[in-house]
């Protein structure tokens, strides 16, 4: 059975331990929310890497096989690093330009995320070589991060918050609207709704890229012959098999895997 470990700055991240579940059952997993340090959005380069360090160092001792970092801002600050000093796999999370790009019919796509992904040179590669020639509109999901960690998923409040970050990005007539931060899925339905009372009846897609990770995640636990276990059981239970730790009070933690 291998030993999963996955990060993120907060609660977010388990929008892809949902995913790779989905996928890997029975394994074990060990989740680590930085509550306490939550967002990473508009934090440096360096005090991402040294939380990364951190957390890294706690999964491992905590017999992880191997590590997904759960979090794109933390992934496009800290995997390079990571990747160089530690000997474990690691997956990280990257927005899904390259799906939409292909996909879009109007040319334009939109991408929410952090600040710290939208200026990261991970993030600026990947959008220069898979969306050349498609216009890119990008905007940081102002408060999305904060209504997700307070639980705050829907109602007025939240849908006038997600409204501002996502009306620019339909204004500007994307057809796909990537979520480059793992928090965001969970405002999912009050996307879906500020975008049907903004434009009714357009077709408007949101690509959420933690179902492409949890493949990715597939293929490196095979590639690497880590040992998995081949049943799924619909009926064993997952609370079980994960293992959630906070670097906070870990309410808002258990609150979203709920959720889930
Ligand atoms: N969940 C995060 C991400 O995917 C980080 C959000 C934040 O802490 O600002 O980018």
Redesign the pocket.
Known sequence: MATIGLF???S??LSVYREIVKLLPEENYIFYA?NLY??????SREFIIDRAREITGFLLEKGADVIVV???????AAIATLRQEYPVKFIG?EPAVKPAALETRTGVIGVL??A??LKASKYLDTRDRYADGITVVEHVGQGF?ELVEAGELDGEHAESVVRQSVQPLVEAGADHIVL?????PFLRSTIEKVIADLCPGRDIKIVDPAPAAARQLERVIHEQGIPVTSTTSAASDRSQKVALFSSGSGDSLKRIFKLI
Not at 70 to 76: D, G, I, K, L, R
């Open positions: 993120d700055s907060g977010g991240g930085d939550c967002p990473y959005g508009e934090k759960a979090c794109n801002t933390a992934t496009a999370m995320a952090t710290g992904t991060v480059g931060c793992t928090h965001y």
